[in-house]
């Protein structure tokens, strides 16, 4: 099993910065992927940004050129420094794990993050 816990969702104006964080605690060794989601009331989770154990990187296009996602694997943590917010990057965000072990994905409790015009 994997637990995840985020941190770091807030309000923010238009252009400004945020970074969400999130550490991952318990069968870390099955950990293949980490990434982040957003869901918007209504609907579907879409996928933010992934980074997998090899560092590759995949971003939404909406987010590409804006946001960043790294890890420390000192501290098996995934970060999303979000950058130029748009209102239009308002929901709430989840941590995603892929792993190499049934149940095969793990999320986190959400952080909402707000940006206003």
């Known amino acids: 099993q994997v637990q995840l816990v985020e941190s770091g969702g807030g309000l923010v104006q238009a252009g400004e910065s945020l970074r969400l964080s999130c550490a991952a605690s318990?069968?870390?060794?099955?950990?293949?992927?980490m990434g982040w989601y957003r869901q918007l009331p209504g609907k579907q989770r879409e996928l933010v940004a992934v980074?997998?154990?090899?560092?590759?990187?995949n971003f939404v296009d909406s987010v590409k050129g804006r946001f960043t996602i790294s890890t420390d694997n000192t501290k098996n943590a995934v970060y999303l420094q979000m950058n130029s917010l748009k209102p239009e990057d308002t929901a709430v965000y989840y941590c995603?794990?892929?792993?190499?072990?049934?149940?095969?994905?793990?999320w986190g409790q959400g952080t909402q993050v707000t940006v206003s015009s």
């Open positions: 995603h794990v892929g792993a190499s072990m049934f149940p095969f994905q793990y």
């Open positions: 318990g069968s870390i060794s099955s950990i293949r992927t």
């Open positions: 980074i997998t154990s090899t560092g590759s990187t």
